[in-house]
Every structure is written in C-alpha cells, then in structure tokens.
C-alpha cells in the first residue's frame, strides 16, 4: 500500500498529538455549547467581544439585503464591489497608510505579499516563531529562506550580512502560541541598516493593542518607513472574517498585479465587508473594551502567579500555560472541561517539542467572575497535573 495513512494516524494518536474539532452549537460568545454541552470557553480570538455584537449582525443582515451572499467572482473580474472598497479605504485611515488591499484569509495575505515581493535571487528572513502561514510563503517564494532566533536582534544582523537581492524581514506582531510582542523598533532598525523591508503580520494585535486599537504599528509609534507591509486579519479582533495588507500606492497595486492569491481567488462576501466597517467602527470608538481587556490579562497573571502556573511573557490576551508534555497538557484541559470549562492544549506540529501548554485567550466578552471561575478551577486541577510530573 503506498499510502499508509492508518499508521500515520496511529503515530499521532499514540504520541498524544491527535487533533479533533470541537463542534460548535452556538454563537462564538463566552458560554458556548460544544459537542452537546455548555462550556465557559477560554479558546476563541473573538478578543474584543465583537464577533456576536448586535449592530456588526445587523449591518451584515443589511449587507446580505442589498448586496446578496456572494462575491460573485475575483475582484479583477467581476467581484469588487462597493463596500469592498470603502473597507479598503477605512482600513487605510484606521493604518494611516495611503492603501489597504483585501484578502479572504490571513494565510492568503501572508502568502500574496511574500511571493509577490521577493523571488528567485531574493532573501527571507523570519522569526523562528512566525505562523505557519508566513513560513510557508518564504518556502515557497522561491527566494533564499533563513529564519533568525526568536525576537533576536542581533541574529536578524547576522543573517542580514549574509542576504542577496531584496531582502525581506517578515515576523509577526504578537506571536500567536506564546503571546509575546515582538521587538520591532530594533527588528526595523537592523533592517534599515541594510536596505532591507519589513513585514509584519499583526493578526493578533490589532484591537487588543494601541491606544485606537491600531496594533503594535501604534504600540511602539512606528511608520510606514519602519514596516513597509502591514498585515491584518479581520476574525479575530474585528469579530468578522477575511484580511487586509496596507501599505504604499506602489505595494498594492503591485500586490493586484503580481500577488497571485489576490488575482485567483473569489472576493469574501459584500456584506461581511458591510459587517467589518461597523466593527472597525465599534473598535476604534469603544475603548473600554480594550480597558477592560487589559484589566482581565493583569488579573489573571496575578492569579495564576498565586498558583504556580508557568506563565509566558505575554502582555496580550493569549496567555499560555506551559506544560511542557503532551499528555500532561491534555489531562488538564480534560479536568477542566469536566468543571464546565474550554481551554484548548496546545501540542507539537504547532508548538516546538517539550513546549505543550494550554492556550488561555481572553474576551472583553469575559466577565470578571467568569474570569475567577477559570483561576478557581486552574487551582482545583493544577496539583493533580503537577504531581504527574
């Protein structure tokens, strides 16, 4: 048999590693019901609670009235429509970058901008930590690829030294498994030291991060001539669906001429574009909710501090708690479902090996007492995991 499929699943099963997906049964709000029963989930990236509010509901329903429920075709063909192109403009603004280009995914704008930037002749280079979708748009580029140690500065210097052609600097804002922010002001400084661009997908910090919600762009106060590509994704913080890349008048619409992810593929939906202008709205003017965001995150690393938990260094709604072992990792999630609570484990391909933990995201939907719910359970549970080890 060439393809010995069963074995490979057997592999995964017995290294503790198997996925399944939980089956949602309800809004994406913090009490879900999954695979049959009501959950207080701390799993989802919905981080400013926007994902079931009822005005983006309502200008999607409206969107759907006028708009219909699909793209139609790609937006070089038929498919660009008018709502598309006010978000393109809003995100522009809320950046404050002259364009901004839409995509259906995250994984489609990552891979659209690298390959469309940098080829044969050309170098990578990425964090050791990046997403997979921005390492696997530097593998297939076609250009040089070297990934430099995580948030590491003077490894980024010394992979610099050694690139040909352009060369490009791609990493993300806030790492996605681990939380943590990346050190871009001395990530940009090295890079302009060697002519080189940078790229950098802020899929999790837009909404969470900036005094307008505006990211780690407006975290640290950078411009367009520190990251020359900007990357967001529109289903987490925004609450909606598809992403976006900003930048110069020149990078878009070399991006529509040359990104083939862009020129191939169906618009999203009119009116879920129609749904993110109210969320973009609702995030730029609703700053309590990132308030009461940070707030939650502080809470929970004093509680979690006061039980021992390993925490990361992470001052963003992803707060994981490393385990180290697979299996030590899904025995606590196992224990706290079975107090009514959703905490997913964390395992290798995703995670390096020896670094399984449990991936707490918190909501501005979360309420203060549900957040006490989770610290009672992680007390509960926590020394029967510990004492396994």
């Known amino acids: 048999m060439p393809f010995d499929l069963a074995a490979r699943l057997a592999e995964r099963h017995a290294a503790h590693l198997f996925r399944q997906r ?3 049964d309800s809004p994406q709000v913090p009490l879900v019901q999954v695979d049959g029963r009501q959950l207080l989930a701390f799993c989802s990236n919905d981080y400013l609670g926007l994902a079931n509010h009822p ?18 075709a790609s937006h070089l063909v038929i498919g660009h429509s008018a709502p598309h192109h006010e978000l393109e403009e809003a995100l522009a603004a809320f950046t404050g970058r002259p364009r ?7 994984y489609m704008a990552n891979l659209a901008a690298v390959t469309a930037l940098v080829g044969q002749g050309d170098t990578v280079l990425e964090d050791r930590l990046n997403h997979a979708s921005l390492l696997d748009a530097g593998l297939l580029s076609g250009a040089r690829f070297s990934r430099y140690l995580h948030n590491d500065a003077v490894s980024l210097s010394n992979r610099l030294r050694k690139a040909t052609g352009n060369t490009l600097v791609v990493t993300d804002g806030v790492f996605s498994m681990d939380g943590d922010l990346a050190d871009l002001p001395n990530l940009c400084a090295e890079a302009k030291a060697s002519n080189a661009w940078v790229m950098v997908d802020d899929a999790h910090g837009f909404g969470p991060l ?9 975290h640290f106060g950078l411009g367009l001539d520190d990251v020359q590509v900007l990357v967001g994704t529109l289903g987490k913080g925004f609450g909606t669906a598809g992403a976006f890349v900003a930048g110069s008048e020149e990078l878009i619409e070399t991006l529509i001429q ?6 191939y593929t169906t618009s999203q939906p009119p009116a879920v574009a129609c749904a993110t202008l109210k969320s973009l709205e609702l995030l730029r003017t609703e ?4 308030e009461h965001l940070n707030k939650l995150v502080a809470r929970f690393r004093q509680g979690a501090a006061e039980i021992g938990l390993s925490l990361m260094d992470s001052p963003t709604p992803i707060q994981p708690i490393l385990i180290g072992d697979s299996e030590r990792a899904l025995k606590l999630s196992a224990l706290l479902k079975e107090r009514g609570l959703l905490v997913g484990a964390i395992r290798p ?5 020896g670094s399984a933990r449990l991936r707490v995201t918190l909501s501005a939907a979360h309420s203060e007492a549900q957040l006490e719910q989770l610290l009672a359970a992680l007390a509960e549970c926590w020394p029967q995991v510990r004492d396994d080890a």
């Open 349 to 353: 391909p995703t995670v390096p090996v």
């Open 100 to 106: 901004a280009l839409l995509f259906s995914t995250g």
């Open 22 to 24: 939980p089956l949602l």
């Open 55 to 72: 005005e983006v509901i309502r200008a999607l329903q409206q969107g759907a009235d006028k708009w219909g429920v699909g793209g139609g």
């Open 210 to 218: 900036g005094a307008s919600g505006g990211g780690i762009v407006e």
């Open 258 to 263: 040359f990104a083939r992810p862009y020129i």
């Open 287 to 290: 700053g309590w909710r990132r």
